[in-house]
């Protein structure tokens, strides 16, 4: 192997080496498995209880939503704390401009105090209420800010009241009956909680200590215990009332919903997270769904037929891998990195998809691909620091092997993964770089290239476009050659955009994955079925959706329009 990527030869061999990875990503077989996305998607809505979450979002925000907020973030990686100001329109329909804000990227918004911190490993395994009471403590920090920006201003009176609408955004499988009500179910993304919770409960008493009143310092003054005289006692922080609960994908939708006018010709149709962890949401009418799912809605009047509402889809827990499974598209490395995740068998989708596991698939494949060689050559022991699992990050994929040249990614190289003493000159050979280059641009090329194929397949199962059965593809292809040799096609026909909103560090920062998903929409779309030929699905980007879209639901639910 140490020859490899010195000529053609050598790179068919690599690509032949990577072909359990790579030989599903082609128009053919792409098509079919978006068409038995589609098919999964609509037998779970039916009969699982697990996937395909009813929220109680049964209308879409009309832009004029008003209010400012507390809003939280939580995802697999970050929490994200701030206000969230929404701003709506002035009467002719134009968006009301924030003083010092960027239109281009927040219209109708204005942001303050926002913090961000990572959520540190230790927190993720230790009990629930110790995760909450530090999410609690971070929340107090903002608002302890905003309230000393506010003192320091000359302002008299505590700028929020003694109560603080809050809207959470909560990036976890959770079942709501309300929209300030949620049951969190077990959390994945490395979370050790397994338990059902009441999520507004929890963060609420994890924020509890802070509504003791407090001293010039910041400390908690107990109520045993007398102020010094030296401290001059503050009021203690607001209550806290929950306005909004909602996960990132359904945050995500309502974000780009509220900031982009919907028209005739173009409207947020999906919701997509492709970040530490993948899943989507999109309106469905209330007869795709399991019965008790119905049920459990509110809703006003008994003529549910043409009633849609916006569902946590839940795209990677077991049983939407069917499809996967069925098209052998699933590698001996993803069962491999499964066995060894801290749930196995999960969430499979997501373990090959999003960026907490595409550095630890490379891994595993190169160690494969190393050992191999190894064993046929009795080439010198691998790096030590390489063998340990997660030791290659997505972030380093992304930033390092996707972006640095030769040289530079060798010292990057070495510095992570020493040449081990025993190996006579150094490890990191430009054939092993090349290697490495192969296999993470091969996984980030299946990564995307099965969002887009789920995506596809996901607006298929809602009905907002189509997908032929195969023997039925090649007559319409033909059909819609012969239509434009004899001109019946117009070529100034209306094309519907469907947007999709999207967030995430995989899908916003991984070079080239953004558009390799989109070249592949684009085909799967097209090819999919002549029906499609009105319309375009496009990914457009909701930043920082989470925190605003939990503000924006919680606007839309407190009839601050």
């Not at 959770?174 to 059902?196: H, V, W």
């Not at 401290?231 to 974000?255: E, H, Q």
Request: charged share 25%; hydrophobic share 40%.
């Amino acid at each position: 192997m140490e020859n490899l990527g010195k000529s053609n030869g050598d790179e068919s061999a690599v690509h032949e080496l990577l072909s359990p990875l790579t030989w599903r990503v082609n128009e053919a077989s792409l098509l079919e498995l978006a068409q038995k996305f589609s098919e999964t998607y609509r037998r779970l809505a039916k009969t699982s209880i697990e996937h395909f979450l009813t929220t109680p979002v049964t209308i879409l925000p009309t832009g004029k939503e008003r209010g400012k907020f507390l809003t939280i973030d939580v995802g697999g990686t970050n929490l994200r704390v701030g206000f969230i100001e929404l701003l709506g329109e002035n009467e002719d329909g134009s968006p009301v401009t924030a003083p010092h804000s960027d239109n281009a990227k927040f219209p109708k918004i204005s942001r303050s105090h926002e913090r961000a911190w990572p959520i540190e490993e230790h927190l993720k395994m230790d009990q629930a209420e110790d995760l909450f009471a530090w999410i609690g403590d971070c929340i107090a920090e903002v608002i302890t800010d905003a309230l000393d920006e506010a003192s320091k201003a000359g302002s008299a009176e505590a700028p929020f009241g003694e109560e603080l609408p809050l809207g959470i955004t909560f990036s976890f499988p959770m079942t709501q009956s309300s929209m300030s009500e949620a049951t969190l179910m077990p959390m994945g993304k490395g979370f050790a909680i397994t338990s059902d919770l009441n999520l507004g409960k929890m963060l609420l008493s994890g924020y509890a200590r802070h509504l003791q009143e407090r001293t010039t310092n910041g400390e908690l003054n107990h109520t045993d215990e007398k102020p010094s005289n030296k401290r001059r006692k503050l009021s203690k922080l607001p209550r806290l009332r929950i306005a909004a609960i909602t996960n990132d994908t359904v945050a995500t939708f309502a974000s780009l919903a509220y900031a982009m006018r919907s028209t005739a010709n173009s409207r947020v149709a999906m919701g997509l997270i492709v970040g530490t962890g993948t899943n989507a949401t999109v309106p469905m009418g209330l007869d795709y769904l399991h019965p008790s799912k119905v049920e459990s809605l509110a809703l006003s009047d008994d003529d549910n037929s043409n009633k849609t509402v916006v569902i946590n889809t839940e795209w990677t827990i077991r049983g939407t891998d069917v499809p996967l499974v069925d098209l052998g598209i699933r590698t001996k490395w993803d069962m491999e990195l499964d066995r060894k995740s801290e749930a196995p068998g999960f969430q499979p989708f997501e373990y090959m998809t999003a960026g907490r596991y595409l550095g630890e698939i490379v891994r595993l494949v190169l160690l494969d691909l190393l050992s191999n060689q190894n064993a046929a050559n009795g080439a010198v022991d691998l790096p030590t620091a390489l063998q340990q699992k997660n030791s290659i990050s997505t972030r380093f994929l992304s930033t390092k092997v996707a972006q640095e040249n030769t040289q530079g990614l060798d010292l990057s190289l070495e510095a992570l993964f020493p040449t081990p003493p025993t190996c006579n000159g150094v490890f990191w050979t430009p054939e092993k770089i090349n290697l490495l280059r192969a296999i993470a641009r091969a996984v980030q090329v299946r990564s995307s290239a099965l969002i887009a194929a789920a995506i596809v397949g996901l607006l298929t199962c809602v009905g907002d476009i189509e997908l032929d059965p195969p023997q039925e593809t090649e007559s319409a292809e033909t059909e819609s050659v012969e239509e434009h040799e004899n001109g019946h096609i117009n070529a100034e026909v209306d094309i519907e955009e469907l947007v999709v909103a999207y967030t995430g560090g995989t899908i916003s920062q991984y070079p080239e994955w953004l558009d390799t998903c989109q070249n592949w929409i684009d085909t799967l779309t097209s090819k999919g079925s002549i029906k499609n030929k009105t319309k375009r699905v496009v990914l457009r980007e909701a930043l920082d959706g989470g925190i605003i879209g939990a503000a924006v639901l919680a606007g839309m639910t407190d009839g601050a329009a």
